[in-house]
């Protein structure tokens, strides 16, 4: 007799977030170009340059339909204005939006309800509308003057985080825009 591991569907790991075009990604640059790095600092490249909305993590390859559906819900437009440049705990240099526009939060607790309905667990610490910039960057420094970064929202995306340094992120659905 022999013994077999159980079976273990395929999992996808999954976030929604506010995908920039190129015009917004090109302002995100000049703001990163500001920053100064510390060797050994992983700069995140445009191509992952994101606003988490929520982060689902791992999840059962079978329901992205499901979820993808449920999340599909009107985002009215507004301007996201990211404009304070921070250092998080463990190394993450960061660009911050100090207000949250009241679309973005009620759109941020809209998708949470819907979430919580899939019976998908969510973040319990406050929301904090922000793009990762770097990894590694304890030692950075930021600008200390620098031009906000303009977003003008018209939509989210649900995404695939990879585990591929190559391309880190694969958009599965856009909504809106």
């Known amino acids: 007799m022999s013994a077999h591991a159980p079976f273990s569907p395929p999992t996808q790991r999954l976030f929604l977030a506010l995908w920039p075009d190129e015009r917004v990604r090109a302002q995100i640059a000049a703001h990163a170009d500001q920053w100064r790095l510390p060797n050994g600092c992983t700069r995140y490249s445009p191509q992952d340059w994101h606003v988490t909305l929520h982060f689902l993590g791992n999840v059962d390859a079978d329901r992205v339909p499901e979820i993808a559906a449920a999340v599909n819900l009107p985002c009215p437009p507004f301007e996201l204005r990211l404009d304070q440049p921070q250092l998080w705990p463990h190394g993450l240099a960061v660009l911050c939006a100090q207000e949250l ?36 960057a304890a030692a950075a420094i930021p600008p200390s003057m620098a031009e906000p970064v303009l977003w003008p929202v018209r939509g989210l995306a649900l995404v695939e985080s990879t585990r591929d340094k190559a391309q880190r992120y694969r958009v599965l659905c856009q909504y809106g825009g």
Do not use: D, M
Request: hydrophobic share 40%; charged share 15%; aromatic share 2%.
């Open 101 to 136: 526009p009241a679309e973005l939060q009620a759109l941020h607790a809209q998708l949470g309800q819907t979430l919580s309905e899939l019976g998908l667990a969510l973040e319990t610490r406050p929301y904090q509308a922000h793009v990762t910039l770097a990894r590694h």
